[in-house]
């Protein structure tokens, strides 16, 4: 993955990602003039309906939620040396995790014991899921990509056998499940501002932005402060090593796709918890497939992954926005975009890596040689 | 006309120059891999190219074989101005590298191997016998002899050198560049090639010899160059220079190395003992067919052999990577069987450190700091992590200190562990493993990848740490290595150990022969 001349840091953490985006949206305004429109102007609308008025930032945000807890998936089972191409299926587990909870118990409990008991039902089912996987990948050797990639179809399909022979409302027409009670509403940023005195207008925005904040905070935590992320990072970068200390690797999986599992399943508290109220088809709408770009965007670190999230939730929300004001504009052009994004962030993020190394060292050397007039005097080899 | 010696435009009398590099240079980002070289080449001479891991040897002859292209200088072949820019061209210019790792394709024939890329005929059967033919002539006029209709993955390590040679030769190669050709050998098989190489040279052929080896160099080469930081240090005929000269300007001071010192007169209490251990993989084969061994504390026990005939997986044993088919372990005060045995954890709690011969698979995590790596296995202990949560400070200053007395460069403890010399890298594991003050040491390969100086420190440690009692047991393929260290020497090979020998009654002729022995001394 590294580049074959070394980046100094600040340049691989914050240059590259810049450059690749520049470079992404260049790509996509070539594209736009094609078609006969203004990149500027399309650039505009889509950079204000993302952030210019309080409304469009919180549909920003509330896409943004979701692409944190499936990035953040992706990125703890990355660093345990595993591609999970599931979160898309482990968030549809995870939805349905704390929906039955809340279809079982939302007229019983009050809202602060149902909310946590709903996130630990949607935490455990994307955990399961993903557990099957790992365990075929750790014991019996079917690679997770594969497996993940057809765990993906299977819970789309368990739930609309679920939804359609179990769980729709009786006499209803839609394929979905009764409202949960009122106990079972994770709260909108509109209404926990309210309550603060703030006045927000009203949007699918919910407090589970600050769920997915914590577990942001909570990764970071657990992979480079916490022996257990010590030991799964040491199995993800070198197997034999993590053997030769002592430290199973078969267990690692397991840990880690069951952690990813259940960070993908608290998607659940975004969609199904803080903005529908009751169980439905598709609900989680490519989100796990869009954490996989923002794991990959994000350098699979938990801050890296929160940015590029707000990215890609700016996208969707401006996206739609273009498709709405400009004529002739259709929402394809966004999910071109995307497509660029993902093109020049993930895949190519390191191909003008060589170019961009050349030149900062050309300003390293200029910089030194006007200093001391003598060529750098590098130290030895130190590679072995 | 004979094909080895095809430079009849070269004047007998009058050495010429078949290789000249004139003041070449390279870089790789910051680092300096060559600075200004020159080398010159007679032509029909073994030119021995010496120097440390990193000291530019390899740059220097990828840049003569077209793999990298230099930054500036130039390069003269046989007297002409060449630009090689890949192999094919080096090929041409009758140049021809035998890599440390081969390049064949097991899966081949020895003689398919030879004519892949160069096939002298678009109908196989006709190229078969067209390349037979030639190589038949080959054989017999150097004595590289090779069963030509042999899968590769069925030849022995000296066999597949020998085909590597032919290989070149075969296209044409005048000039023969042998990257550290005897480090895979036994000493027999070493004598052979260097029969070869000798006979090679009388027919005219000009050989560049990359190597380490100082002895080697005394007795083969004509000449020698050597580097050090990607610089010519040294360059010399052989007949003026001497071993301690030579180690001298690789390391750029005087250097300590061979014994030092006599084995210790006594030796203390059993501390660990093996029996009947054996081995069979994945494919069924047998790899140790019941060995048994015992290491006293205060000893260092040797273990001799070309490589991959069992030292590997008897490590993995002992440390507890691998379990056996058959056996049993006394370690301390317990004892482990076949179902119930050691695994790394329980090895460490009872005092038996392990540094493994393959640093970058197992000894250090490379995508890790040297301070993450410095803890790697002990990242439970008290000391590095409390209640689950890793102690970062405690964990840098222990590193620190395991740099600062066992002369980690460079001291920075945040550097990558891919980012220290194999030497450094080394000098971290061994004082991760030593800082736990083991009863039992295993170590793979101490010095591979190493260069002297670090090597002389490294033993200097090994020595001290059996001084405090510890017993060691030191795998390695350089026989010169276990001469230096060891107080007993095992001989292994086929998965047995076939002779054991005190260190005084140690000579490299009965070594070797033990090494190539199918059955137990008796």
């Known amino acids: ?57 919180s549909y920003t945000l509330y896409y943004a939620t979701s692409f944190i807890f499936t990035g953040l998936a992706v990125a703890v089972a990355f660093h345990g040396g595993l591609f999970n191409i599931g979160a898309e299926g482990q968030a549809t587990l995870g939805g349905l995790g704390t929906g039955l909870v809340a279809m079982w118990l939302s007229q019983r409990l009050p809202a602060p014991i149902l909310l946590p008991l709903m996130l630990l039902g949607g935490a455990l089912f994307g955990m399961a899921w993903a557990a099957v996987p790992a365990y075929l990948q750790a014991y019996r050797g079917s690679h997770v990509v594969i497996t993940t990639i057809m765990f993906n179809f299977l819970a789309s399909t368990l739930l609309v056998y679920l939804l359609v022979n179990h769980l729709k409302q009786a006499g209803g027409m839609a394929i979905e499940s009764a409202p949960f009670g009122p106990a079972a509403h994770l709260p909108g940023m509109h209404e926990a501002l309210a309550w603060l005195g703030i006045e927000w207008p009203s949007s699918p925005l919910n407090i589970s932005l600050f769920l997915a904040l914590l577990a942001a905070v909570g990764v970071y935590a657990l992979l480079w402060h916490s022996r257990a992320g010590y030991r799964l990072r040491a199995v993800g970068s070198s197997e034999g090593a993590a053997a030769y200390a002592g430290i199973n690797p078969k267990h690692q999986v397991i840990i880690a796709m069951g952690l990813s599992g259940a960070l993908a399943g608290m998607v659940g508290m975004n969609e199904i918890a803080g903005v529908n109220g009751k169980l439905l088809l598709d609900f989680v709408g490519g989100a796990g497939f869009t954490g996989i770009a923002a794991a990959v965007m994000g350098r699979n670190h938990p801050f890296g992954i929160v940015m590029a999230s707000v990215l890609f939730g700016a996208l969707f929300q401006g996206g739609a926005e273009v498709s709405f004001e400009v004529p002739g504009f259709s929402r394809d052009m966004v999910v071109m975009l995307q497509g660029f994004i993902v093109l020049f962030s993930g895949a190519m993020a390191y191909v003008i890596a060589p170019w961009v190394s050349r030149v900062i060292q050309w300003f390293g050397r200029r910089s030194r040689t006007a200093r001391d007039g003598d060529p750098v005097k590098l130290p030895e080899a130190t590679h072995g | 006309m004979n094909v080895i010696t095809p430079t009849p435009d070269v004047p007998t009398a009058a050495p010429a120059v078949a290789v000249r590099m004139v003041d070449i240079s390279k870089r790789f980002g910051p680092v300096l891999a060559n600075g200004d070289v020159n080398l010159r080449v007679l032509s029909g001479t073994v030119h021995g190219l010496v120097g440390e891991n990193g000291a530019g040897k390899s740059t220097l002859m990828s840049v003569l074989y077209g793999f990298y292209a230099a930054d500036s200088g130039s390069i003269e072949v046989f007297g002409k101005p060449a630009r090689i820019r890949n192999a094919h061209e080096a090929i041409a210019l009758g140049l021809g590298m035998v890599h440390q790792h081969f390049m064949l394709v097991d899966t081949l024939s020895a003689i398919e191997n030879v004519m892949l890329g160069a096939e002298p005929h678009v109908l196989l059967r006709r190229a078969d016998a067209l390349v037979r033919a030639r190589l038949d002539e080959l054989m017999a006029s150097t004595g590289l002899h090779v069963k030509l209709d042999a899968l590769v993955g069925d030849l022995s390590v000296g066999d597949r050198q020998r085909l590597e040679i032919l290989k070149a030769l075969y296209r044409g190669a005048r000039i023969l560049i042998l990257d550290e050709p005897t480090a895979v050998l036994t000493p027999q098989e070493t004598e052979q090639l260097f029969a070869v190489l000798a006979r090679l040279r009388e027919q005219g052929t000009t050989i560049v010899l990359i190597t380490h080896k100082l002895k080697e160099v005394m007795r083969l080469c004509d000449h020698v160059t050597v580097m050090r930081g990607g610089r010519v240090v040294h360059e010399s005929a052989i007949a003026q220079s001497s071993i301690a000269q030579l180690a001298e300007a690789m390391v750029g001071r005087k250097v300590n190395m061979g014994r030092q010192g006599d084995a210790p007169a006594a030796v203390g209490d059993v501390v660990l003992q093996a029996q009947g251990l054996a081995l069979r993989d994945a494919m069924k084969v047998t790899r140790l067919h019941g060995l048994d061994l015992t290491l006293r504390a205060g000893e260092i026990v040797g273990v001799a052999g070309v490589a991959g005939n069992g030292q590997s997986e008897l490590l993995e044993l002992l440390s507890g990577l691998r379990a056996p088919d058959a056996g049993r372990l006394q370690l301390g005060a317990e004892s482990f069987e076949v179902g119930h045995w050691l695994d790394p954890r329980t090895a460490r709690r009872l005092g038996l450190a392990h540094v493994p011969e393959d640093r970058h698979a197992r000894a250090m995590v490379m995508d890790f700091a040297a301070w993450e790596s410095a803890v790697l296995g002990y990242e439970a202990q008290p000391a590095y992590s409390r209640g689950g949560w890793m102690r970062h400070g405690r964990m840098r200053e222990a590193t620190a200190a395991l740099m600062e007395r066992f002369d980690v460069r460079p001291r920075d403890v945040s550097l990558g562990s891919a980012k220290f010399s194999g030497g450094n890298q080394q000098k971290l594991v061994l004082a991760r493993e030593i800082g736990q003050s083991p009863r039992v040491l295993l170590v793979g390969q101490p010095t591979r990848g190493v260069d002297i100086g670090a090597i002389e420190f490294i033993h200097a440690q090994l020595r001290a740490l059996r001084d405090a009692g510890c017993a060691l047991l030191v795998v390695s393929s350089e026989l010169d290595e276990i001469l230096a260290l060891a107080d007993r020497v095992l001989v292994m090979n086929d998965g047995r150990i076939t002779g054991e020998l005190p260190i005084n009654e140690c000579t490299e002729a009965r070594i070797g022969l033990l090494m190539v022995q199918e059955e137990a001394a008796a």
């Open chain 1, 1 to 57: 993955m590294s580049s074959p001349q070394a980046l100094p840091r600040w340049a691989d953490v914050f240059l590259m990602p810049v450059l690749n985006l520049a470079i992404a949206m260049a790509a996509a305004a070539v594209v736009v003039l094609f078609v006969g429109q203004n990149p500027r102007e399309v650039m505009a609308v889509l950079v204000h309906g993302a952030f210019g008025t309080a409304r469009g930032l």
